[in-house]
């Protein structure tokens, strides 16, 4: 009996060990997933692509922004913060110095993440993120605005109410679990909805309004984000909640094909999330409402299509079309289901802000393949080839086919992106005739 006390002893002891690390390991695995969830290696990953060494320029209205380290790094990440600073920074936008945080970080999206969910990130950065010693530059804002101190009181003014974002009596559970993702770790508005001069997003849930993922009122590194409401032209009006759906996945379906920012979201998050987050998503987006009902149904014309298939290229334009586009794109605008997209009511191609058109004329862009759909598909760069005025007129061509009728640019729209270092930062991304060139 004396030794059979012990034993029993420490067989209880060994199991509460275990329970206890079984617990931990659910615990940062959910971490890891909510991680995925919010992106943030996107923003937090450095330029040699070390995970959340950050380092990463993100060019804003208000100058270039490097991210953070997020490693548990004790000298130069995040590796001395309890979980109260852990919290405070992403919740609140305070860091542990009490500065406050530019909002490029989005806190205010993230201000809503629930305390569970917080206590799992906080236990997956500390114990399961590799630490690495990666200092990095200041933020390039020229003062005033670099001044960090106006921030609290900025945050005062545009903090969120916790209480706009609280599910409502009745309300079906996966659309209150898609509003959570989208508007919270998702923080889906941080792009996607208008933001006002002083630099906060208009409206940061649909409760407080439609402007709420309304699309970008100024491109973000070169790109548009596009209205994700139920517009029928700009938005996602005409999209099923299955296309939506394999969208989220796999950055393709049968209407168009992600590029850009846009990007990294797909590869780096939304293809790890599970079926139901990502169909609860899809159901909230799709219960959006148009942000202007009065925007008539996209109408397809195809007066060019059979213009271009007899061999008339007359329009400005559709000459240049069909020597660098059509082979992928189709001389109907209808390019290629799931692979080369459609060019014909394509929401990007409509927007009001033609600048994500001219950027991907003038560079080109790759979707790598991810696990939904292992093929990569690459746009070639084209500013080598084609001068600002034709590039105007080709983008023109698109966006007035085949029922398209959005607005003319011009070359010197066209000047202005090419020329602006902030967006194309090395010249090489415009291609190369040079195959040499296009190696190295």
């Known amino acids: 009996m004396k030794n059979l006390l012990p034993a029993l002893f420490c067989g209880v002891i060994s199991f509460s060990t275990l329970a206890q690390q079984a617990n931990d390991s659910d615990l940062i695995k959910r971490g890891e997933y909510l991680a995925r969830v919010g992106d943030c290696v996107a923003c937090h990953t450095s330029k040699g692509g070390i995970p959340f060494a950050g380092g990463l320029p993100m060019v804003t209205p208000i100058g270039t922004i490097y991210s953070t380290n997020i490693t548990p790094d004790k000298d130069t990440g995040i590796g001395n913060y309890s979980f109260e600073d852990f919290d405070q920074a992403v919740r609140h936008g305070v860091r542990k110095s009490g500065e406050t945080l530019y909002p490029a970080m989005p806190y205010p999206s993230y201000a809503i993440v629930t305390e569970p969910d917080m206590r799992a990130l906080y236990a997956y950065f500390m114990q399961q993120v590799e630490p690495v010693s990666h200092a990095n530059k200041s933020s390039d804002i020229p003062w005033p605005l670099s001044m960090r101190w106006p921030l609290y009181f900025w945050r005062g003014m545009f903090a969120p109410d916790v209480k706009d974002f609280a599910a409502e009596q009745g309300e079906d ?6 509003r959570y993702l989208v508007e919270g770790l998702g923080h889906c508005g941080a792009c996607h909805t208008p933001r006002s001069l002083t630099m906060q997003e208009k409206v940061l849930s649909n409760k407080q309004g439609d402007d709420y993922l309304s699309g970008s009122n100024a491109p973000v590194d070169g790109w548009v984000a596009i209205n994700l409401r139920g517009d029928n032209q700009q938005g996602l009006g005409r999209w099923s909640e299955e296309q939506l759906t394999e969208f989220l996945l796999t950055g393709r379906n049968d209407k168009t094909a992600v590029f850009g920012g846009m990007t990294d979201v797909i590869v780096h998050s939304l293809q790890y999330l599970t079926a139901e987050d990502t169909t609860a998503i899809a159901r909230y987006l799709k219960s959006l409402p148009a942000k202007d009902p009065t925007q008539p149904p996209f109408t397809p014309d195809d007066t060019v299509a059979k213009a271009l298939l007899k061999g008339d290229d007359s329009k400005t334009g559709a000459a240049i079309y069909i020597d660098n586009c059509a082979a992928c794109h189709k001389t109907d605008g209808k390019g290629y289901s799931r692979f080369f997209p459609q060019l014909q ?38 500013g080598w080839r084609l001068n600002d005025q034709q590039v105007a007129d080709v983008v023109n061509f698109i966006r007035s086919s085949w029922g398209n009728n959005a607005s003319a640019i011009t070359a010197k729209d066209v000047a202005n992106v090419r020329e602006d270092k902030d967006v194309i930062r090395d010249p090489k991304l415009l291609g190369s005739q040079d195959v040499e060139q296009l190696l190295k």
């Open 173 to 178: 559970p996966q659309l209150a679990r898609g």
């Open 345 to 382: 009511g394509n929401s990007v191609v409509l927007t009001e802000d033609a600048t994500s058109l001219i950027h991907i004329v003038l560079t080109g862009n790759t979707l790598p393949g991810v696990q939904g759909a292992p093929s990569s598909i690459t746009m070639p760069a084209f």
